[in-house]
């Protein structure tokens, strides 16, 4: 699996197409299993199958959301981010509950609608960037590298996650 | 039942106020009421009153986001879609959700909104957003008012307060 730094050092185009094949490969992933193999955690903490394609569908939006504001703003705008946000989700969002293969389709929607949007940007809009609490000045382009990666890491837990392990 | 006008005309300490009654408002709402009943919509447009808890509870987070933009930054602009929410019963699977649960969650997520929104002085809540980019903000309808966070909560207070209380009255009978 690519590293975040590794994805970083890819042209813009190459992360956008990786970004482009993920609903595929989660519904791949997905196939022929039960909903009691999906919703099942490799133990009380870990995620189930499920729960991280919830998690994946949630920071979609949330990412479209920070990239489409910094499109529209001329300044570095300073965001909201809270990294103990995502356990909440999971949570209050009631993500075991959830259908895996609609969840997939919620995401490859707004996967879809993010491509285009990057697709959209000319390369000096892709280096506008946020001011992000922890991390600083974060870029689109430090945003495609995240979900590039994002993507990666919640496919190998999926993985994981179906065979039992953490 | 006040509309968005008089909300906005009363003090923004009055509208907090209201707010902070909602939860154990929807929790009354739903108390005693089978999952039969709380996931019946009333027609097939109109949503469940499960549906408009995991709502309620939802717009929470948005609107913890948008405060803390607006307090945080000079005049920004604000991205809002315009059918965003349409879309959550079914993207966010509203249907499986326990009602229960999304009512406590509600109040959870609350208590950080109300934190938020009486962080510091309360004038800060009058810091505005660009009228132009309120377009977005405060779609579908841009001519509500200007881009001040202290509107922003009139609208909150709509869905949170008695319409949603009506409405879901109105669907768990």
Sequence with gaps: MATREEYAKQPFEKRVDRMTRTADELAAAIRGRSGAELSRRPDPKNWAANECIAHLRDVEEVYLARAR????????????????????????????????????????????????????????????????????????????TMLAWHDDNHLDQIARALEGRA | MATIADYLKRPVSERLERMRRTPDDLADAIRGRSDAELSRRPDEKNWSAEEIVCHLRDVEREYIERFHLVLENDDPKIYMEADGNERWPVDLQYHRNDTADAASAFRRKFARLAAHCTRGDVSQISRGAQAGPMRAFMLPTPARGPGLVDAALTPMLRVAGRGARSRLRLVSN
């Design chain 1, 69 to 144: 504001a910094i499109a529209i703003n001329d300044i570095d705008i300073k965001i909201y981010a809270d990294s103990a946000a995502v356990e909440r989700w999971a949570t209050n969002r009631q993500y075991l509950r959830w259908d895996a293969v609609e969840a997939v389709a919620s995401f490859r929607e707004l996967r879809d609608e993010f491509v285009a949007f990057l697709r959209s940007l000319a390369p000096a809009d892709r280096q506008r960037g946020c001011i992000h609490p922890v991390r600083g000045r974060l870029t689109i382009d430090d945003i495609v």
